[in-house]
């Protein structure tokens, strides 16, 4: 007798500001050192380095409330556990070869998130020329707020990125450090992939990636944007 076929969860969501519907996550894009200072501390080269993507499953994200400290569990197998605090982009549209100009037409709103990263097996897996999902797609990878609905205009490139632990400044810069846009990173994206509704794109790091360890808080704050607060456990 075959087994029983399986009932997948429903899909993960996230808040909405000023909302009670939520926003379902299909899939998650990460851009690879898209601020010069972050290219330069990872050993890349800003001038030089063309853009690159890594992926996250929908079950990496971890929805962040408003106003709550989040737990966020220690993951297994890593001594190395960074943080790295980014803008995510949240598309309501999607599309194949979306031009620059129209790429706004499509972000349903944006969030304050973490690419957490299991530093020492990333590096382990660059040494080896695999991929980095053992390092950066664990459970609860992706830590997400809530979503601020898009106006456009509203995106400046003077908005502020900090993360602090513990409440000592460890990444402070603004978007205007960005390598590649949000609109370019939107048309390259799409390039390769069709974009679809429920996509999360990770827009990348300023410098000053840390390590943390169990009892910390970390606090992300984006203006204009809800911010996060998580306690690793």
């Not at 978007?175 to 069709?194: D, T, V």
């Not at 509704?197 to 606090?219: C, K, N, S, W, Y």
Request: hydrophobic share 45%; glycine share 10%.
């Amino acid at each position: 007798m075959a087994p029983a076929v399986p009932v997948l969860e429903a899909r993960p969501t996230l808040p909405i500001v000023a909302l009670k519907e939520r926003f379902p996550v299909r899939r998650a894009f990460c851009i690879g050192r898209n601020y010069a200072a972050h290219a330069i501390e990872m050993g890349g080269d800003p001038e030089k380095d063309p853009p690159f993507f890594f992926m996250k499953p929908a079950e990496a994200m971890l929805a962040v409330e408003p106003g709550v400290t989040t737990d966020l569990p220690y993951p297994p197998g890593t001594k190395d556990f960074h943080f790295e605090a980014e803008l995510v982009v949240a598309l309501h549209a999607g599309g194949k070869n979306i031009a620059e100009a129209d790429a706004h037409r499509h972000v349903y709103g944006l969030a304050v998130g973490l690419d957490m990263t299991r530093r020492d097996l990333q590096g382990e897996a660059k040494k080896l020329g695999r991929p980095w999902e053992i390092g950066k797609a664990g459970d609860f990878s992706g830590p997400v707020g809530a979503i601020t609905p898009f106006e456009l205009g509203a995106m400046t490139r003077d908005m502020a990125v900090q993360l602090t632990v513990d409440g000592v400044v460890k990444q402070k810069a603004t978007l205007a450090h960005m390598i590649w846009s949000i609109p370019q990173q939107i048309a390259i994206l799409s390039q390769y992939f069709e974009l679809r509704p429920g996509d999360l794109i990770f827009t990348g790091t300023p410098e000053g990636v840390g390590a943390v360890t169990r009892g910390q808080t970390m606090h992300v704050e984006i203006d204009r944007l809800t911010s996060i607060t998580l306690k690793v456990v």
